[in-house]
């Protein structure tokens, strides 16, 4: 896990996604729709900021939802993204 506040954390799971789309020569604008699962509602912010700067010129739709707990130790959130290669 990169770091223990959510901006670190929401930044390497947005730069995850980068790395594997860019493995199959696609890029975050192929990135429809975004789910955000937060244990904090405070850390949307922050969240915020690193989604912000990485769909600088792209914001695909996002829900953000609330959540009890994640499954991994020390996560204060997890996404999941839909992506979709041009035809």
Not at 13 to 18: A, K
Not at 44 to 69: G, Q
Not at 78 to 86: C, F, G, H, L, R
Request: glycine share 2%.
């Amino acid at each position: 896990m990169a770091g223990s506040d959510a901006y670190s954390q929401a930044k390497q799971i947005l730069l995850n996604f980068q790395t594997m789309l860019n493995s199959i020569n696609l890029d975050l604008s192929h990135i429809l729709h975004i789910h955000v699962f937060l244990k904090n509602v405070d850390d949307f912010a922050e969240m915020n900021r690193a989604y912000s700067e990485l769909f600088c010129n792209h914001l695909p739709a996002r829900t953000v939802i609330c959540v009890a707990d994640l499954p991994k130790k020390g996560a204060l959130m997890t996404m999941n993204a839909t992506a979709v290669e041009p035809s």
